[in-house]
Each structure stands twice: as structure tokens, then as C-alpha cells.
């Protein structure tokens, strides 16, 4: 699963108003296991008495290791005409999953951001956008890791707190019931930075309310427990 978080960090100078199509650079390490390449479009345009400024970008990762990787962790930044500056975190984790992302796998990675910032003092800023990715921390099925481990914090902690919501759920289903599973998936308890227990619960609300397949969700949940039990060394 890939997740984003945009937080704008501008440096308010430039006047530059325009719509840039960028090539994404790859600004990793040299010993990066990922390799990175794709395109963006940055605009910078007046709206309404501010800068409107927005980023769409699409880009492939290329797992350029000799080892299966179980999360990757990047950022995106990117500068707009005018010199503002803009940074994302993306996540890409498959803990709950069965595959992996083996030697060579390629997975797309696409996020957009738009913020509007008011007026400031203008002084000169580039003439043209860029836009970059590094890789700052990677998790092999082994256990080893490329990159800093405080990158991987807000990952690790998402991760934790949906097992724990995922055992607490397999707990209601085992002992309450399945009234009280069906009605826990209704109005689900997400604990704070559990957004793939969200996707989770979304998932088993789709077989059970489309699908009309309770065994099927009950089994889809199991699974899932099973892959992080047999993967409970990667938790932290």
C-alpha cells in the first residue's frame, strides 16, 4: 500500500507564474536498492489574490537489489518557478501482504499536493521547476534495512497499531460473535496512525456488505494476521 503526506515548506520569494512537465530526478544514494525515474507537472498560477501552486507526479520504483523488500519510504521535493519550495513522504508497505517486492518488481507511485499561500516579498527565484526523489529508508524480508531508521518511525508505528486492531477485531469475531464483528466493521474503532487497519476494515465491509460473503471476510482477516505473525520480526 502507498501512502503520502504533503507538507509545503515554502520559501516565499519569485514572481514566476507557469506550468511545468519536469523530469523527477533521483537524488538517492549510490548504494540505494531502489532506482527512481518519472515525470512531473508543477504549476504556479495567481488565484484569488494568492499563489496557487500544485504538484501532480508519477513516477516507477525499481527494486535494484538482489533482495525482497517488505517497505520503502521516499520523499518528493520539488521547487516551483518562483523558488518556493515544497517536500512529501511516500510509503510503500507490505507487512500484511503475501508478495513482496522481489529483485527487479517495478511499482508506480503517483500523489499530487496544492497549496495556496498569499502574498510576499519578491525577490528573484529559478526560472524553471524541478523535481526530485530519494530514497531515505528501505526493509528487506531479511531484516536488514538501507537508509535512516527515523524515517521509518510514523511507518513502524502504522504498522503496530494495525496489528494490534486486527487482533483486537479476529478477538470479536472469536468471542463476541458475529453480530458484534458485523457491527464493529459498521463503526470501527481506527486507533491513531492505523490507516491500514482503515483499508482493512474497508476491505471486509465490502464482503461482507456487497458480497454478501462473511466467510470470505473472516478468512481475508486471518490471512492477513497470519502473514504479520510469520513476519512479527519486521514490527519494529
Not at 170 to 178: E, L
Amino acid at each position: 500500500m502507498i501512502r503520502g503526506m504533503f507538507a509545503v515548506l515554502f520559501t516565499l520569494v519569485g514572481m514566476a507564474l507557469a506550468s511545468d512537465i519536469v523530469t523527477i530526478e533521483d537524488k538517492s544514494a549510490a548504494a540505494s536498492p531502489l532506482r527512481n525515474s518519472g515525470t512531473a507537472i508543477v504549476t504556479e498560477q495567481p488565484h484569488d489574490g494568492q499563489f496557487d501552486r500544485s504538484i501532480q507526479a508519477s513516477w516507477v520504483v525499481t527494486n535494484s537489489s538482489t533482495k525482497d523488500i517488505v517497505a520503502v519510504v521516499e520523499s518528493l521535493s520539488v521547487e516551483y518557478p518562483s523558488g518556493a519550495r515544497g517536500a512529501q513522504v511516500n510509503q510503500y508497505e507490505l507487512f500484511f501482504q503475501p508478495s513482496l517486492m522481489k529483485p527487479g518488481d517495478t511499482v508506480p507511485f503517483e500523489t499530487s499536493g496544492r497549496n495556496e499561500v498569499g502574498q510576499s516579498p519578491l525577490i528573484v527565484g529559478s526560472s524553471r521547476s524541478t523535481c526530485d526523489v530519494t530514497t531515505l529508508w528501505v526493509q528487506f524480508a531479511d531484516g536488514t534495512t538501507f537508509g535512516d531508521a527515523q524515517y521509518a518511525e510514523p511507518l513502524l508505528r502504522g504498522r503496530r497499531a494495525s496489528l494490534e486492531a486486527m487482533s483486537r477485531l479476529r478477538d470479536i469475531y472469536q468471542h463476541q460473535g458475529t453480530e458484534s464483528f458485523i457491527e464493529e466493521l459498521k463503526d470501527p474503532t481506527i486507533p491513531k496512525d492505523a490507516d491500514l487497519y482503515a483499508v482493512v476494515v474497508q476491505d471486509l465491509r465490502t464482503l461482507i456488505e456487497q458480497k454478501h460473503n462473511m466467510r470470505a471476510a473472516c478468512r481475508r482477516l486471518e490471512q492477513k494476521l497470519d502473514v504479520a505473525q510469520a513476519r512479527i520480526g519486521l514490527l519494529n
